[in-house]
Every structure is written in C-alpha cells, then in structure tokens.
Nanobody, 115 residues
Framework: QVQLVESGGGLVKPGGSLRLSCAAS????????MGWYRQAPGKQREWVAT???????NYVDSLKGRFTISRDNAKNTVYLQMNSLKPEDTAVYYC?????????WGRGTQVTVSS
C-alpha cells in the first residue's frame, strides 16, 4: 500500500520559514519523481515544485528563490523549504509521487501565514 505522509505545516508569521516533509512508503522511492502542490481556499490546486528521480528540479516561476525542494532517497523523503513566507502562501500543501506504476497523493498539510 502506497502512503505519502506530509508533515511540518503550521502557523507562521509573514517573513518566517517552514520546512515541509513528505515520507513515502510502498514505493521504490528513488524511481519516482516527487512534487509539491498547494491549494488555497477557493482556488484550484497548483503545482509548486518537482524533483525527478535523477535530481532535476523545477519550480513555478512565482516561487523561485523562496522555496527549495530536495529529496533524501535513503529516508524516502522529499522536502520543501519555504522562506520569506507571505500570507498568499497560505494553503494546504500536498505531496505527489509519479512513476511508471502511477501517481500518488498525500493528504496534505496546512500552512497558514498570518500575523
């Protein structure tokens, strides 16, 4: 059974930082591209960043320089370091794994940026 479990969300003040983690099980993690998406209230889910099995990284243009995706294949975990957070970053953040056998989603972790 494939599981993606996000953690690290919470309430942070504008300008603060958070590091999200997504722990994967039930898949050969190193074979999968991993991504982060987010969904703000009343909006569609949007892509944030991806890191391929080979380590190639891409970000949505609007978040370049503030967010950093990384992965640790030994820990079956992908991370999203978020700096200089803004109220508009408030959303549920979802982890995604995509590979030859399919795509999987976590249940999300809430990030709220507010003073």
């Amino acid at each position: 059974q494939v599981q993606l479990v996000e953690s690290g969300g919470g309430l942070v003040k504008p300008g603060g930082s958070l590091r999200l983690s997504c722990a994967a099980s039930g898949i050969i993690f190193s074979f999968y591209g991993m991504g982060w998406y987010r969904q703000a209230p009343g909006k569609q889910r949007e892509w944030v960043a991806t890191i391929t099995s080979g380590g190639t990284i891409n970000y949505v243009d609007s978040l370049k320089g503030r967010f950093t995706i990384s992965r640790d294949n030994a820990k079956n975990t992908v991370y999203l370091q978020m700096n200089s957070l803004k109220p508009e970053d408030t959303a549920v953040y979802y982890c995604n794994a995509i590979g030859r056998n399919g795509a999987y989603w976590g249940r999300g972790t809430q990030v709220t940026v507010s003073s």
